[in-house]
């Protein structure tokens, strides 16, 4: 398993600081969402824990090892991500798009093995795409696209994985399937969540973003109160416990002037 640690992170556009002084730990074997509103900063903070950005200052480690000094075939191995944005220009099918995601078990030069193709076939169905194996990438539906570029995470068989709000543009029912797929798998999480009540029926672990820092951390029964939400999205809400889940269940509340 895999332990991240992020340490007083700093990062700026154009002089514009973006995140402050950030820090956060990831513990081995857990599921951890990552909330706030739009613009505080969580997918530049996601973006620099998997490399595509370089911050300012303070470190990024895996299990004590700085991020940045992990070869990248190595890193693949150890972390799988999934983004938000799916701008993919040359189409394959919906198999060898999965199949990307075994690129770091590879050997040079070798081509993908019979387990590779099983490891492939087996995530699809288990994203709800059984019987897409054939079809084009590039015909898909944004939530189909969505759930066949989870696959391929999935594929790649790391012990960590970062996800930036993997249920954007799924139907309600995708949204609780690709949820219960990631929490059952023997992997760590780390993922932003744009929708409240799903991150407080799956996540061990709530962090709370605002303005590039990070304002709270705890369970969702400690994070997801009134007064923080509040603070966060400038509207009131009743917060209750589920009988049916036993976890948090917040219901926003229209303004008075409505």
């Known amino acids: 398993m895999i332990k991240l640690d992020v340490r007083s992170l700093g990062f700026s556009i154009d002089h514009t600081a973006i995140l402050d002084d950030v820090s956060l730990t990831i513990e081995q074997g857990t599921f951890v969402g990552l909330v706030g509103p739009n613009g505080c900063g969580k997918s530049t903070l996601l973006k620099n824990i998997y490399r595509v950005y370089k911050p300012d200052g303070g470190e990024i480690l895996l299990n004590e090892e700085p991020v940045r000094s992990i070869d990248n075939k190595r890193f693949a191995r150890e972390m799988s991500v999934m983004v938000q944005e799916n701008n993919v220009e040359f189409d394959l099918t919906v198999l060898d798009m999965v199949m990307l995601g075994r690129y770091a078990h590879k050997k040079l030069l070798v081509d993908s093995s019979k387990k590779d193709?099983?490891?492939?076939?087996?995530?699809?169905?288990?994203?709800?795409?059984?019987?897409?194996?054939?079809?084009?990438?590039?015909?898909?539906?944004?939530?189909?696209?969505?759930?066949?570029?989870?696959?391929?995470?999935?594929?790649?068989?790391?012990?960590?994985?970062?996800?930036?709000?993997?249920?954007?543009?799924?139907?309600?029912?995708?949204?609780?399937?690709?949820?219960?797929?990631?929490?059952?798998?023997?992997?760590?999480?780390?993922?932003?969540?744009?929708?409240?009540?799903?991150?407080?029926?799956?996540?061990?672990?709530?962090?709370?973003?605002?303005?590039?820092?990070?304002?709270?951390?705890?369970?969702?029964?400690?994070?997801?109160?009134?007064?923080?939400?509040?603070?966060?999205?400038?509207?009131?809400?009743?917060?209750?416990?589920?009988?049916?889940?036993?976890?948090?269940?917040?219901?926003?509340?229209?303004?008075?002037?409505?």
């Not at 989870?150 to 970062?162: D, K, P, Y």
């Open 117 to 258: 193709r099983e490891i492939a076939v087996h995530y699809i169905s288990e994203v709800g795409m059984a019987g897409y194996e054939e079809r084009s990438f590039l015909s898909l539906s944004g939530g189909e696209k969505q759930r066949v570029l989870l696959a391929r995470a999935l594929a790649q068989e790391a012990e960590f994985i970062v996800l930036d709000e993997p249920t954007n543009h799924l139907d309600i029912k995708y949204q609780f399937q690709i949820m219960t797929i990631l929490k059952k798998q023997n992997i760590t999480v780390f993922a932003s969540v744009h929708d409240l009540n799903i991150a407080s029926l799956y996540c061990d672990k709530i962090i709370v973003m605002k303005k590039g820092r990070i304002v709270s951390i705890g369970t969702p029964e400690q994070v997801l109160t009134r007064e923080c939400l509040h603070d966060l999205y400038g509207i009131d809400t009743d917060i209750s416990i589920s009988p049916a889940t036993g976890r948090v269940q917040i219901t926003f509340l229209p303004p008075d002037d409505v």
